[in-house]
């Protein structure tokens, strides 16, 4: 694998000295196209689809603190328009220049204990910068690997591979349609991403040259405009990391699981229920809030944080479950996931009232 | 599992179509096309796929039979009409669902839903959350396996939305409110039939509704006005309740505890919590064991300095009640005998005030006005009296104490409905 990455590596350096433009380069039209192309690689995102090595001008990043989707591995790429940049935003996603797109890949491993060997790309979501503002679309791996074909109405995909423990692990995965995208990512009535904010890219990657500071990645490569120095820019704990502080973790979760929705623009701004990192209105975290229209979902508990008693708070109810109409989130999950479940509770047990 | 190229080459050829079409002027109709999904394999995903692809004036067509679904449907493009063949021909089922938080969410605006069932859907009916001018006509949404405390908790359920037209639809079986409208502005809820539900319809934290021509029956309660603290939209108020048939509602509630419905006792006609300027006439009351009317309070403690708990201005008059109060259910049930005893009077007040005003008095558009018929039974709980003065109150039940009236809000006009 590092071999070839780098014969390929010096390959395009060739190519590129050779023609003066890069070999795989990104496609401006296909970005900026009015109806998406039928194919992933009609974007020339990746100079190798399978092992999904970005072609030049698409940067991989990741973010302190992922949405939990079933334990699907993921693949994050950005790719700015070259001569211009994102401009920095303190709260919220960056504001990408027109042109600009975020790509995501879901993939499992054919065995969690070794999970960067045989993994299976199932699908890779792009959000595409036009002038009107983000489309959200997804493309849905072949068999061979070697194409994603666009999937407006989204799809269900059968994974059965081996968990940590060595147990079968088989799940329906589903691939959300066009409207499902905005099910998560609508803000008011546009579209916009979720990952790229300050406070999820501030932590290392390992780049190819060496590991960095995302943001200062960024700044330096002129792909951000605008950013603060990192002393000054908030950063979420990875909420598995255990010498971080549990409210921070507890609240890194909430943010990035719940608040793209529970916020006081999102999709569920009815609930009055708002998770955003941010939040200091303590009811309006749910803490002694009562349910607004959980229906079943209230598990027959009163609160949604009922502080010292994870079993009596809806969050945990939800957030435990896996059945329609009572599991949070809605979309993008079919399992729950124990350690955030273990996680929220211990941090609902040390709330004081 | 393919996406249908059919509808895809529809849709660019109809776009073609529609700029060859607007070198003629005025040809109003040019660019509206219909989209017809038909039963049989692949139907899940060829309505996704048509609702996403829909463009505004077009029409999608559910033609009739029975579609088993598995994942939620959605639409999020204005001036969309999506038409069944009749709530018994065209039956959208959610049985098998495994995804999705309701049956169909509308995320749009200038939106038709009519002639179509939704059945059995894991958690809410049909949806819609931030519309403008959404229209729900002739639906049926059902639970079929009636009253269950596992069923979703709203039928027809727009939430967050403006000029709300509901007309003519059935919901049946709802854990919560069959058709519920919440944080809302401009509403008619009117010719619909809710049953077996908790609530059958319920108007909550809302602006400007008239809610006419509907049958509430064999609900745990029939019509519910409600105002509840930290929510985003609050002092619901200029609601109208008038020629309704409010009937039998004599289901046991089994709604979930922790919602706020789970608190209404069986056999409740009208509940009025919180709000301001109702409105309740011309209803025709009968067979409801707890009570034909009950205003009252918030019951629950709240933090919230912006929420008005008590309710403002309630106008009752010109109904008609038979009979009623005679099984009172439930703790509500429980505390309106402990005073009054049974049967329970057709209209009951709570009697809670905010305490200055229990000292002062409460100005006249504050005031609970009611005009009906001699023979009418009333009572006034006098809760407030009952807390500050354990050892010297008695309940009222002198309904001449109420006589006046408020002045009517306007008719609720929609633009979808010849209004403004």
Redesign the interface.
Known sequence: MIDSRLIKGVWLAGAFLLSGAPAYAVSAEAILADRPPKLLSEFGFFAEMKAQEPAAGVVPFSINTPLFSDKALKFRFVHVPEGEAARFVADEAFEFPVGSALIKTFAFPADFRESDRDVRLIETRVLLRHEDGWQAWAYVWNEKQTEAELKIAGARVAIETVDESGEPFSIAYSVPNKNQCKGCHALGDEIVPLGPKARNLNGDFAYLDGSRNQLEYWVEHGMLAGAPPLTETVAVPDWRDETADLDARARAWLDVNCAHCHRREGPASNSGLFLTWGEEDRRALGIMKRPVAAGKGSGDREFDIKPGDPDGSILIYRVDSTEPGIMMPELGRTLADPEAVALLREWISTLSQ | ???SPGLWQAG?FRRAAASLAALVVFTGIAGAAEHRVEPGEGAN??L??A???AEPGDTVTIAAGRYEL??GL???VDEVTVRGEGTDRTVLSFKG?????EGL?V?SDKVVLADFAVED????GIKS??SDQITFRNLRVEWTRGPH??????GV?P??SKNVLIDGVTVRGA??AGI?V??SEDIVVRNSVAEYNVAGIEIENSYRADVYGNRAAHNTGGILVFD?P????QGGHDIRVFDNEIVDNDTPNF??????VAIVPKGMGVMVMANRNVHVFNNRFDGNGTAHVLIAAYP?EY??DSYMFVPRGVYIHGNEYGEGGFEPDGEVGKIITDVIGEPVPDIVWDGVTRIPEYFSWVSAENRIYIEEDEGTSFANLKMISQMLLPWGWWPSTDIAAHAGSLPEPAPVQLPQDGGA
């Open positions: 599992m393919a996406h660019s995903e060829r996704i796929e609702l996403i692809l598995t994942d959605s639409l999020d669902q495994t995804g999705a938080g969410l995320t859907t894991k958690g809410d959350k931030g405390e596992e069923n979703g908790a709203y359920y939430v967050s854990a919560d519920y919440g944080q509840l930290d929510l985003p939209v709604a979930p505890k922790g919602n706020i629950n933090d919230d």
